[in-house]
């Protein structure tokens, strides 16, 4: 259902958490896809032991970044998912995703789908939550539309759950998706998460500005009231005065939502 955003007191938990980071390893890798060289950052937090079944925060860059967005920026997005990753002991991970104007295309999709597999044969991963801001939190939502299984969780902030409807970016999401919405219909609608909200199982949250005239929340908000009448664990935190962005406090409280729904057992350490 959906749920309020608690006080803002919350975010004093994570202040502490980001001198629990250790230095970013930057991944290499052959792509599947078309044998081409990508990369991924991988953050550890102190005491991470491979050997246990660990959780991974997978958090997809902004259109115009690159996978160092959410490691080094100061913006309440950027920050706000590191100190809570860092707090729960769970893994950052960050990928290119075809780095500067991903949109979650197929090439982008087969990277990620690479990239879990070698998380959970290097570290142990079986857990993973994927996070975004903007296009990330779009491809977050497009991601867990497409691979719910891959799925534990989904925080999207100031994304687009229709990119059937999306007007923004045009060029760059049809060189991505390898054509327009008329000519792929079906990669654009397969990416569109409101247009298949019953994929969606794991627990979700957004965030929207009301104000947000780069990515509108009409579709979030809809998507939000879609997942409450399926019975799905959906936490919206809507700013009717807010603008494209997601402040700290909003991200913590965003991926706390969702952590806190998160399986209890050995595939949820740091808790």
């Known amino acids: 259902m959906l749920q309020p955003f608690r006080p803002a007191a919350v975010v004093a938990v994570f202040l502490a958490a980001a001198g629990a980071l250790r230095s970013a390893d930057d991944v290499p890798f052959v792509a599947r896809h078309d044998k081409s060289e990508q990369r991924y950052v991988v953050v550890t937090p102190k005491g991470f032991d491979p050997k246990r079944a660990n959780t991974a925060v997978v958090a ?12 080094t920026q100061d913006r309440g ?33 087969a990277d990620v789908l690479q990239i879990l597999d070698e998380l959970k044969a290097k570290y142990g991963v079986r857990r993973v939550v994927v996070a975004g801001g903007s296009m990330g939190g779009t491809a977050a939502l497009a991601f867990a539309a497409l691979h719910p299984d891959r799925v ?3 925080v999207s902030l100031n994304g687009t ?23 792929r219909p079906e990669v654009y609608r397969s990416r569109s998460a409101e247009l298949h909200a019953d994929r969606l199982t794991m627990p979700v949250a957004m965030t929207t500005g009301g104000k947000d005239a780069v990515v509108p929340p009409a579709s979030c908000l809809r998507l939000a009231e879609k997942l409450k009448a399926l019975g799905r664990p959906v936490t919206l935190i809507h700013r009717p005065d807010g603008g494209h962005a997601t402040t700290y406090a909003d991200t913590v409280e965003a991926l706390t939502a969702v952590i806190d729904r998160l399986p209890k057992g050995e595939n949820r350490p740091g808790r």
């Not at 950027?78 to 995703?97: E, I, N, Q, S, W």
């Not at 760059?172 to 054509?179: E, K, P, R, S």
């Open 60 to 71: 997809l860059h902004g259109h115009g970044s690159d996978r160092w967005q959410f490691v």
């Open 77 to 109: 997005e950027c920050k706000g998912t590191r100190d809570v990753a860092a707090a729960h002991g769970f893994l950052l991970v960050c990928p290119d995703y075809r780095a500067k104007t991903s949109w979650m295309g197929p090439a982008a999709e």
């Open 152 to 154: 534990a969780g989904c």
């Open 161 to 183: 759950a229709n990119v059937v409807e999306y007007e923004g970016f045009g060029d760059a999401i049809a060189a991505a998706y390898g054509g327009t919405r008329k000519e």
